[in-house]
């Protein structure tokens, strides 16, 4: 009797444990295995993106700069800003190649296509604002025109007096200037490539 007691007593322990084991939740899949499901291009659509959020940052400080500039900016000044403008329009052009190489691997429906129309709003956004620079600069150019006009050597009859500025400083601030609106070109070039480019991976996402 006490034999079958501990049985009795022995089964409900073993029936008890397996109840608690079915109540309990099943174990939260790891990180791991959810990472694992994300499309393995979505991390180089990231990677485009934040390359081309960069050089909408990038392009913000210049136009800032630019609408802000006087005249009167040194050689210097214009040289250094023709420096970013290289920048920007290099890394554009790197971030267009990059959209040329995903190019064949985006179909329609693609799963990363939220990334992709997002890559298009920056490209259209930068492109526009390098038609800003471009504006921006030829109106610097206009006052920096009527700027070395004042600023122009005279002569006289006893010799030359400068007014403002030399003679040599003024040439080397158009040069400058002119440097400067080249530069303003090619980041328009860089832009319209890549705009190019974001639309035909957007048209390809369809």
Do not use: C
Not at 42 to 56: N, S, T
Not at 153 to 162: E, L, P, W
Request: net charge positive; aromatic share 4%; proline share 3%.
């Amino acid at each position: 009797m006490k034999n079958r007691i501990a049985l009795s007593a022995g089964l409900l322990v073993i029936a008890g444990l397996g109840l608690a084991f079915a109540a309990a939740p099943a174990p939260a899949p790891a990180p791991q295995a959810a990472a694992a499901q994300e499309d393995p291009k979505a991390r180089e659509f990231k990677d485009i993106l934040f390359k081309l959020v960069r050089q909408d940052e990038y392009l913000d400080e210049a136009l800032e700069t630019l609408d802000s500039a006087s005249p009167r900016m040194s050689a210097h000044d214009l040289s250094a800003m023709g420096l970013s403008l290289k920048m920007i329009s290099n890394n554009l052009r790197h971030v267009a190649a990059l959209n040329k190489a995903e190019f064949n691997s985006v179909q329609a429906g693609s799963p990363n296509a939220k990334y992709i129309n997002t890559i298009f709003s920056y490209s259209s956004k930068v492109n526009r604002k390098a038609v800003k620079v471009s504006g921006l600069i030829a109106r610097l150019a206009a006052g920096k025109k009527r700027s070395a006009m004042r600023d122009a050597v005279t002569s006289r009859k006893g010799g030359k007096k400068t007014r403002g500025k030399k003679l040599t400083q003024l040439l080397e601030e158009q040069r400058a200037l002119d440097a400067l609106a080249a530069d303003a070109r090619n980041l328009r070039a860089a832009s319209r490539g890549l705009n190019a480019t974001s639309k035909w991976l957007y048209i390809a996402s369809k």
